[in-house]
């Protein structure tokens, strides 16, 4: 969705459960929110959250110059 130059993706996934005894690291989001950091700066909000066994990710752009 783009309303005056703001970018928004709002994205759910469903959490399934596994019997992985392996726990996760986060590497991924802590990468994902680094190149946000870095490509954006001030420009960007990235919001992830895991409740009810949904996964939820906002992202949100500034696109003005």
Partial sequence: NI???????KLSNSIV??????????????????????????KAKFKYEALNDVFNVDLTIDCND
């Fill in 17 to 42: 459960a596994t019997n992985n005894l392996e726990q996760s690291t986060n590497i991924g989001l802590d990468n994902v929110t680094k190149r946000i950091e870095w490509m954006y700066k001030e």
């Fill in 3 to 9: 309303e005056n130059k703001i970018a928004k993706f």
